[in-house]
T-cell receptor, first 114, second 112 residues
Framework: DGGITQSPKYLFRKEGQNVTLSCEQN?????MYWYRQDPGQGLRLIYY???????QKGDIAEGYSVSREKKESFPLTVTSAQKNPTAFYLC?????????????FGEGSRLTVL | GQQVMQIPQYQHVQEGEDFTTYCNSS?????IQWYKQRPGGHPVFLIQ?????EVKKQKRLTFQFGEAKKNSSLHITATQTTDVGTYFC????????????FGKGTLLTVNP
């Protein structure tokens, strides 16, 4: 089945540790995104990538890093510099050939920092 | 930067009642999308509106895009328990092909 796979689904880490969240898609989409969701805050864009080896900061990129070495993969690292990392992280992808593409979301990764 | 406001934040209805959520943008949008997120789930695309004044229907759901392309609404007729979830609008401004700005969502609960 085509889709987006995020892992792990749940993750617990100690304060000060870096964490990498995986996102893989087999939809052949060019564009990929990372959103953060907090209760009552909607979805806020962290980073997005339109094409392999290129990515741009979203609205809340501080304390996060990404890479896009393959079309299928867009991992997100939550660094120790992120002041409030506990959240639900959603990866998404879309066809990048027009400005009307819908987003396809993964099932999310819930990170809890203890 | 672009802001998308959505109201109400919460709405509780009795099954069979109607429900409406409203979305307003600080800037003119090139298009607007609506997503539904079930409790514990991930957002799922519902529909996209592109034209000024556009109205689209999906069974009991009616979506509207304002004439000025700065506001939108989602109306559900005769809610059912399966409608429970958070409904998000997300808008794109002209010139930004990839960046959607999401509203904070409206959480709908339905009492059977």
């Amino acid at each position: 089945d085509g889709g987006i796979t995020q892992s792990p689904k749940y993750l617990f880490r100690k304060e000060g540790q870096n964490v990498t969240l995986s996102c893989e898609q087999n939809l052949n989409h060019d564009a990929m995104y990372w959103y953060r969701q907090d209760p009552g805050q909607g979805l806020r864009l962290i980073y997005y990538s339109q094409i392999v080896n290129d990515f741009q900061k979203g609205d809340i990129a501080e304390g996060y890093s990404v890479s896009r070495e393959k079309k299928e993969s867009f991992p997100l690292t939550v660094t120790s510099a992120q002041k409030n990392p506990t959240a639900f992280y959603l990866c998404a992808s879309s066809i990048a050939t027009t400005n009307t593409g819908e987003l396809f979301f993964g099932e999310g990764s819930r990170l809890t920092v203890l | 930067g672009q802001q998308v406001m959505q109201i109400p934040q919460y709405q509780h209805v009795q099954e069979g009642e109607d429900f409406t959520t409203y979305c307003n943008s600080s800037t003119t949008l090139s298009n607007i999308q609506w997503y539904k997120q079930r409790p514990g789930g991930h957002p799922v695309f519902l529909i996209q509106l592109v034209k000024s004044g556009e109205v689209k229907k999906q069974k009991r759901l009616t979506f509207q895009f304002g004439e000025a392309k700065k506001n939108s609404s989602l109306h559900i007729t005769a809610t059912q328990t399966t409608d429970v979830g958070t409904y998000f609008c997300a808008g794109r401004s002209g010139g930004s092909n990839y960046k959607l700005t999401f509203g904070k969502g409206t959480l709908l609960t339905v009492n059977p």
